[in-house]
């Protein structure tokens, strides 16, 4: 598990490191009004990757194995991805003639296009982490980091404040298409893919199937979407575009942080499905996560005015508070991301979705109550209050699960006896 770890918050650091450094370049040579656009085109992105794959992410590293069957589920995903990606794209196209005036609406084809890519790619790396193989990630994104560092490295030195949104999502979009056809063409898929495609005729895919069983995963991926990502669009329309800015650039600095989360709670997802003792080995790397979020919370902490002053944010009272609070956020996901993985493998899927719409509803409500008042302090607290609801029923449900098989084991063991 510590092997499968360290590969895939290798790779994970890889691909959200250098975008990382991407955007921290983008705060240094943009203005602040740029930069806030780009960053509502980048979350409409990361939305749509919550809702295009519709859940199948997490579906494959739980399904998939070593079989041809495994081919087949990865197709199926990509086609629900595809259609879902093509009423997006047709809406958008069919608004834009009366939309365009929105502020924003013109640069959103590119995070609808960028966001499918994403998808594709999520989708193939998430099959190989089905079956075990965190390697295959961490050669495709040495390619896409090693060129994106240099055109971040080309836009610091050459292009600077010339640079536009447009051409900036042009070459992410490049980028994750290189990397695509990387992983495909290096691997079993591309052999897999043709026969598929040659056996199409024949081959059976039930659409309503497809839907049908990543239902609650989709709609997990949903209202996540919604509580994590959706404010972000709803902030750009009521923050004026400096404020919104710094709250972007607030939570660009502890993105690498929130990906080693993602990538650790997947490995333990891979482990859970294929362990006899899940309880065992859920706490002992559950201790080792939180003790790994202490660390990681205090160094930020220590750092915070050359944090503040690197990102160019004057250290006010407000900014402080709002820098806090991005701690406590960090501090939550490193507490319940390991809990959704679990129940995840405990197939409780009703239930993850019933606390993940809770915290929707809290983080839409609080955006409406808290950001007249609190401006950037609201606009944190929101995100804190929908990570806290998250936390607290993810833990209470986990937590009673494993309570139950624990009572059931020791029931067992007694009879045996």
């Not at 003639?97 to 590119?110: A, M, N, Q």
């Not at 895919?205 to 709803?234: D, H, P, W």
């Not at 502890?254 to 482990?271: D, N, R, W």
């Amino acid at each position: 598990m510590i092997k499968d770890i360290f590969f895939n918050n290798l790779s994970q650091g890889l691909q959200f490191g250098s975008r990382w450094v991407l955007n921290v370049t983008l705060i240094v040579i943009l203005d602040i009004e740029t930069f806030a656009v780009f960053s509502f085109v980048y979350s409409l992105s990361n939305i749509l990757l919550s809702v295009l794959p519709f859940g199948s992410p997490v579906f494959l590293i739980a399904q998939v194995d070593g079989t041809k069957k495994g081919i087949k589920t990865l197709l199926e995903s990509i086609i629900v991805a595809t259609t879902l990606f093509t009423l997006v794209i047709s809406l958008y196209i069919g608004l834009t003639p009366f939309l365009s005036y929105i502020k924003g609406w013109s640069f959103s084809g590119y995070g609808i296009i960028l966001s499918y890519l994403l998808s594709l790619n999520l989708m193939v790396f998430s099959y190989f982490k089905g079956l075990g193989n965190f390697k295959k990630e961490l050669y495709s994104y040495i390619i896409f980091s090693s060129l994106l560092l240099l055109f971040t490295a080309y836009a610091f030195f050459v292009l600077n404040t010339i640079i536009n949104v447009s051409y900036i999502f042009l070459v992410l979009i490049v980028l994750n298409i290189i990397v695509l056809l990387y992983a495909i063409l290096s691997s079993e898929l591309k052999s897999g893919f043709i026969e598929h495609i040659r056996n199409f005729k024949n081959s059976t895919f039930n659409f309503k199937n497809m839907f049908q069983c990543r239902l609650y995963f989709g709609l997990q991926e949903i209202v996540t979407a919604i509580y994590s990502q959706a404010g972000l669009l709803v902030l750009f329309y009521i923050l004026n575009e400096q404020i919104y800015g710094y709250y972007r650039a607030l939570f660009v600095v502890v993105a690498p942080v929130f990906m080693i989360t993602t990538a650790i709670s997947q490995v333990v997802l891979k482990h859970l499905k294929t362990s006899n003792d899940k309880m065992k080995i859920f706490r002992k790397i559950q201790r080792y996560t939180l003790l790994l979020g202490v660390l990681l919370c205090l160094v930020i902490l220590l750092f915070r005015s050359s944090v503040l002053s690197f990102i160019q944010i004057e250290e006010t009272s407000i900014t402080k508070i709002a820098f806090y609070i991005i701690i406590v956020i960090t501090l939550l996901r490193f507490i319940f991301a390991n809990y959704e993985m679990l129940l995840v493998d405990l197939d409780k899927q009703r239930q993850r979705f019933l606390v993940q719409l809770l915290a929707a509803f809290v983080s839409l409500t609080s955006i409406f109550l808290l950001l007249p008042r609190y401006g950037l302090v609201g606009a944190v607290s929101t995100n804190m209050l929908s990570y806290l609801v998250v936390s607290v029923g993810l833990i209470w449900i986990s937590e009673k699960y494993l309570k139950a098989a624990k009572r059931s084991n020791d029931h067992s063991s007694e009879t045996k006896f």
